[in-house]
């Protein structure tokens, strides 16, 4: 087990800055999510931990050692790919101890190993067999065999669910998060999938065109965005963006304007205290869908509002159900229980729990 | 073959059609195999019957001596030992040839593929480029160049020759290929701790074996069938069997013996088809077992 240590870490492409001088300390037996949209870098990321790319310039720690210039095999780190990367031509056996012959290490320890591997994963009949005859689920557990056996000191996993269908990728993300609560391993882990990076992380860097936007645990992530592209990004359905302005009406209050009227969203004292500088001035609200429902679905004591919309859409899920209106111009979505009897094309009473809403400055997309 | 596949319409026209199909495709069958047809009866003809008898009727009374003649005791030039010992220099010569220049791409596409360095590129289009260039255009330099290494004349002259001239080719095949591998499976076996030959020798080539397959056929069979560097090379005693079969044709004397060319011929054209023949069958096994996407 150690720890991963990332100084100033940039890495460039020919001319294209890639990792635009990263800091990020994991700490031993941590599992950090990178998550981030196609292109963030976030991969690039993992293979400059990994050793598979080398830095432009600044510090990657792995445990106490500057692995600078340490090769991909001297990292003791073991990395689980997107497309599994298994060895075609050999058996689930053969791709498993692949690592441990080309170390060199005894033959008998090698088949406990194999032996303890396999128990863990399930795999114990598959191991005659070769990668074409695998599904891809089976395939999965193959390639963390295959990590799992070098008993590394950091796991790397680069969008190793990606490939799988819905239901099975549901599955392994479980499977993951047990092996790593009963293993204990410091482990990075790329996605794209903001579901995933909240459900198996211990803490979230969320990265943007090479930049960590933000880093620290998945509540944190989700209830105190620093910016708009964090909020945005992270939750599904995402965060409801509405323009407004402050204004003084009783109190701090964003109001809204659009077709259907304006609507004046009264701040709670806490965020009102940090905006009353900028009466007067453009604001964006943040509003998450589960934030918006039917009347008396909040805990008694916080402050909600109520505001009426017409309904354009209903979009029952089955535990929930969505309803599509339009908030300042710009499409917005609230979700109510089930059995809420809503029409479309008629005004709904809405119930906004304003104690979670948020306020970002529209110039920079922080959080205020 | 109406139960299984795509639906076809019925009719009387649509009959026509196939008919009329099949008949193209047999034409077509019919003009390619004839050749074959015409030199294996004519090999198995006496003399006197190629003389006196139509040249495509079939021989009344099949006997082998010519066959016989045309391995061992046919004149190529002055000496009178058949092809035999030349299709040996042939084998001497093709087996190396084929085997290095095949070896020497495998590394070549791995090394371009996936340890990319700067260049590859460049140095990939300039390799491409030796496979456009046109045998006698190399006929010059390669003499010089061969008369300098003290090879003038022998067959492991001709073997480098043939190797240097291969590599084009076979470095663009097992390029194409491995360009195709995934690069995780190269980053896995790193991480494995696995180095450039390892990964070339225990996983890299084992995948490549249709790869390989192919390009064995198309290099034994190029290089089998050579003339031009052939004849230009060698001298007499270490000529390939395409050179000294146009010798048993060409100076022949007196009578021309159709029934011994022709077998003589045959004789020489048989290894490719029997590589054709054994790994191509090799290959269609290769292709459907053992690919694994990404």
């Not at chain 1, 990321?45 to 210039?69: C, F, H, M, P, Y």
């Not at chain 1, 960590?212 to 620093?226: A, H, K, L, V």
């Not at chain 2, 010519?66 to 093709?94: D, F, L, Q």
Request: charged share 20%; net charge neutral; with cysteine.
């Amino acid at each position: 087990m150690a720890a991963v240590k990332l100084d100033k870490v940039w890495k460039k492409f020919g001319q294209n800055d890639v990792i635009k001088g990263i800091d990020l300390e994991i700490e031993s037996g941590e599992f950090v999510v990178l998550v981030g949209p196609s292109g963030c870098g976030k991969s690039t990321l993992l293979n400059l931990i990994a050793g598979l790319e080398t830095l432009t310039s600044g510090d990657i720690q792995i445990g106490k050692q500057r692995v600078n210039d340490v090769p991909p095999k001297d990292r003791n780190i073991a990395m689980v790919f997107q497309s599994y990367a298994l060895y075609p031509t050999k058996s689930v056996h053969k791709n498993i101890t692949f690592g441990m012959e080309t170390r060199n290490i005894p033959r008998d320890e090698q088949e406990r190993a194999v032996g303890e591997v396999t128990q863990l994963l399930h795999i114990e009949q598959l191991l005659e067999r070769k990668p074409g005859q695998l599904s891809g689920g089976q395939r999965q557990r193959v390639a963390m065999g295959r990590a799992l056996v070098r008993k590394p000191d950091v796991f790397l996993f680069d969008e190793p669910l990606s490939n799988l269908d819905a239901k099975l990728r549901i599955e392994m993300r479980t499977e993951i998060k047990k092996l790593h609560q009963r293993l204990g391993k410091t482990t990075v882990y790329v996605t794209h999938d903001q579901v995933e990076a909240m459900t198996l992380a211990s803490r979230i860097a969320v990265m943007d065109n090479g930049h960590i936007r933000q880093y620290g645990p998945p509540s944190e992530i989700y209830e105190d965005p620093t910016d708009l592209f964090v909020a945005s990004f992270m939750g599904s359905p995402s965060m409801n963006i509405v323009r407004g302005r402050l204004v003084e009406n009783g109190g701090v209050t964003v109001r809204v304007t659009d077709e259907e009227g304006s609507i004046d969203f009264p701040l709670p004292a806490e965020a009102a205290g940090k905006v009353t500088g900028r009466i007067g001035q453009e604001v964006v609200l943040g509003l998450r869908p589960e934030i918006i429902t039917h009347p008396g679905a909040h805990a008694a004591g916080s402050n909600v509002f109520m505001f009426k919309r017409t309904v354009d859409v209903i979009e029952p899920t089955g535990p929930d159900t969505m309803l599509v209106f339009t908030l300042g111009g710009s499409e917005a979505i609230g979700r109510v229980r089930p059995d809420e009897v809503v029409e479309a094309g008629k005004p709904y009473g809405f119930q906004v729990n304003m104690d979670k809403a948020k306020v970002f400055d529209p110039e920079s997309g922080k959080s205020l | 073959m109406s139960e299984s596949g795509i639906v076809r319409r019925r009719s009387a026209g649509h009959t026509l059609l196939r008919i009329l199909l099949f008949a193209v495709l047999g034409l077509f069958c019919f003009v390619y195999l004839m050749p074959l047809v015409v030199m294996i009866s004519t090999s198995l003809k006496s003399l006197a019957e190629i003389r006196t008898g139509s040249f495509i009727s079939l021989p009344k009374e099949v006997t082998f001596d010519a066959w016989g003649k045309a391995w061992s005791t046919a004149c190529v030039g002055v000496r009178c030992n058949g092809i035999e010992p030349y299709m040996w220099n042939s084998v001497v010569m093709v087996v190396p040839a084929v085997l290095i220049s095949t070896f020497l791409g495998a590394i070549n596409g791995y090394a371009l593929t996936k340890w990319r360095f700067r260049g590859a590129n460049t140095i990939f289009s300039l390799m491409l480029f030796g496979a456009f260039i046109p045998f006698q255009v190399v006929l010059l330099p390669m003499a010089r160049t061969l008369g300098y290494f003290g090879l003038a004349g022998s067959t492991y002259g001709l073997i480098l020759v043939h190797t240097v001239y291969g590599l084009a080719f076979t470095t663009l095949f097992f390029r194409n290929f491995f360009v195709s591998v995934s690069d995780g499976i190269v980053q896995a076996a790193k991480i494995d701790g696995a180095g450039f030959f390892p990964i070339f020798f225990k996983l890299m080539l084992p995948m490549a074996v249709p790869t390989i397959v192919v390009t064995v056929i198309w290099q034994f069979t190029n290089i089998w069938n050579d003339f031009l560097f052939g004849i230009a090379f060698t001298v007499g005693d270490s000529n390939p069997a395409t050179v000294a079969l146009n010798n048993i044709v060409a100076s022949s004397t007196g009578v021309k013996e159709y029934n011994v060319d022709m077998a003589a011929a045959i004789i020489a054209g048989l290894p490719t088809l029997l590589v054709y023949v054994v790994a191509g069958n090799y290959f269609v096994r290769g292709l459907s077992a053992g690919a694994v996407k990404g």
